[in-house]
């Protein structure tokens, strides 16, 4: 049986792996200063930067649309595979998911729909898993099964320079904001359970650092792990990220990845956004 996974641009995968897995990339849209462009394809993060830096933003992101889902999966079917694992970000983030279900319902019980909970390599990690089971020719429940087993054992923090931008996208609530831009603190976020929760704060932005450090060793715990590191417009912080845990987790990393953040995710979190990921392999 042949199994094609789907995933969303918001996973940041590098290209090596996604055609290495063969994994079918569906892009998000981004509006900037009234630019419509898909992201990644049109749309990258360096023009996203440039936005951003400007007095005045106007951003805005939105899903992909059910009928473009409906046309990946019918492709991906026609094409030879007998099921589609589409797996996305966030619900709580987007409406992504929502329109991929709405395709899988369309096309048929052949293709399945997974909810990373997450976005970044949180998302890339529960997709490489399923694109690994498939490639192994694991049936489709097998690897929705895999893709949900690998959103059990990720986990992601990220470290903003504001919260401003996450207020405007309504990714958090203005008190929390407020809060934030009042003690002039660098917030440290994760995702608990999809949504994005104020995990830690701190008065600079080395410390922001140093503290994302500590929070992917203690997720990691005993465990074999993967690492996603991610930046936006500062490839300073995700060098000095992946050296330290590099050292720090030693033979128990495998695999690191390493991709600068694109405009849906920039347009919500803003310049100097760094992030850690970590993927705790089976036993």
Same mark, same amino acid.
């Given at each position: 049986?042949?199994?094609?996974?789907?995933?969303?641009?918001?996973?940041?995968?590098?290209?090596?792996?996604?055609?290495?897995?063969?994994?079918?990339?569906?892009?998000?849209?981004?509006?900037?200063?009234?630019?419509?462009?898909?992201?990644?394809?049109?749309?990258?993060?360096?023009?996203?930067?440039?936005?951003?830096?400007?007095?005045?933003?106007?951003?805005?992101?939105?899903?992909?649309?059910?009928?473009?889902?409906?046309?990946?999966?019918?492709?991906?079917?026609?094409?030879?595979?007998?099921?589609?694992?589409?797996?996305?970000?966030?619900?709580?983030?987007?409406?992504?998911?929502?329109?991929?279900?709405?395709?899988?319902?369309?096309?048929? %019980?052949?293709?399945?729909?997974?909810?990373?909970?997450?976005?970044?390599?949180?998302?890339? @990690?529960?997709?490489?898993?399923?694109?690994?089971?498939?490639?192994?020719?694991?049936?489709?429940?097998?690897?929705?099964?895999?893709?949900?087993?690998?959103?059990?054992?990720?986990?992601? @923090? @990220?470290?903003?320079?504001?919260?401003? @931008?996450?207020?405007?996208?309504?990714?958090?609530?203005?008190?929390?904001?407020?809060?934030?831009?009042?003690?002039?603190?660098?917030?440290?976020?994760?995702?608990?359970?999809?949504?994005?929760?104020?995990?830690?704060?701190?008065?600079?932005?080395?410390?922001?650092?140093?503290?994302?450090?500590?929070?992917?060793?203690?997720?990691?715990? %005993?465990?074999?792990?993967?690492?996603?590191?991610?930046?936006?417009?500062?490839?300073?912080?995700?060098?000095?990220?992946?050296?330290?845990?590099?050292?720090?987790?030693?033979?128990?990393?495998?695999?690191?990845?390493?991709?600068?953040?694109?405009?849906?995710?920039?347009?919500?979190?803003?310049?100097?956004?760094?992030?850690?990921?970590?993927?705790?392999?089976?036993?």
């Amino acid at each position: 049986m042949s199994v094609a996974v789907v995933t969303d641009s918001t996973a940041y995968l590098p290209p090596g792996p996604v055609r290495a897995h063969r994994l079918t990339v569906v892009p998000l849209t981004v509006v900037l200063n009234g630019a419509e462009g898909l992201e990644g394809v049109e749309t990258l993060p360096a023009d996203a930067t440039r936005a951003l830096g400007g007095r005045r933003v106007s951003v805005s992101t939105s899903r992909p649309s059910p009928e473009q889902f409906v046309a990946t999966y019918r492709r991906l079917l026609a094409d030879g595979a007998d099921g589609v694992l589409s797996v996305h970000l966030s619900a709580d983030l987007s409406g992504t998911v929502d329109a991929a279900r709405l395709a899988a319902a369309e096309v048929g %019980d052949r293709v399945e729909v997974v909810d990373s909970r997450s976005t970044g390599m949180g998302l890339g @990690f529960p997709a490489l898993a399923a694109a690994t089971a498939a490639g192994a020719g694991v049936d489709l429940p097998g690897v929705r099964a895999a893709a949900l087993a690998a959103v059990d054992r990720t986990t992601i @923090f @990220f470290y903003v320079d504001t919260l401003e @931008f996450l207020r405007r996208g309504g990714r958090i609530n203005a008190a929390e904001a407020l809060l934030g831009t009042a003690l002039s603190v660098k917030p440290i976020m994760h995702m608990p359970d999809g949504a994005i929760v104020v995990r830690d704060k701190v008065r600079t932005a080395s410390r922001g650092v140093a503290r994302l450090i500590d929070l992917a060793v203690e997720a990691a715990a %005993d465990a074999e792990v993967d690492l996603g590191v991610h930046h936006l417009a500062a490839p300073h912080r995700a060098e000095h990220l992946v050296e330290a845990l590099t050292a720090r987790l030693g033979d128990r990393l495998h695999d690191t990845y390493v991709s600068e953040v694109g405009a849906v995710v920039a347009a919500h979190a803003g310049p100097g956004l760094a992030g850690v990921v970590i993927h705790r392999r089976q036993a």
